[in-house]
């Protein structure tokens, strides 16, 4: 059984910095598109940064140069460096291993909170 847990989140001042994890079990994940999305209250889930399994990775727009994304050798964890955060970064971050629409995997989500 494929399992996505996420680790990290917290709260922080605007202009601190956290890393979160995502740990995945239950298969191999080598060829996998991994993610991390957001959802803030009363908003969209949105792409926040991608890893391809090239190794290229893309940002969004509002997080670029200041958030890193990054896997272990394994390919089963990817992390987020969040740095220069502010309070609109304040969402619940989720994780996505992504093959295809039958190999579509997310986890549970972790809060990060930024106070001004």
């Known amino acids: 059984q494929v399992q996505l847990v996420e680790s990290g989140g917290g709260l922080v001042q605007a202009g601190g910095s956290l890393r979160v994890s995502c740990l995945a079990s239950g298969k191999s994940f080598i060829t996998y598109t991994k993610g991390w999305y957001r959802q803030a209250p009363g908003k969209q889930r949105e792409l926040v940064a991608t890893?391809?399994?090239?190794?290229?990775?893309n940002y969004a727009d509002s997080v670029k140069d200041r958030f890193t994304i990054s896997r272990d050798n394994a390919e089963n964890t990817v992390y987020l460096q969040m740095n220069s955060l502010k309070p609109e970064d304040t969402a619940v971050y989720y994780c996505n291993f992504r093959l295809g629409p039958l190999n579509d995997y997310w986890g549970q989500g972790t809060q990060v909170t930024v106070s001004s």
């Open positions: 890893i391809y399994p090239s190794g290229a990775t």
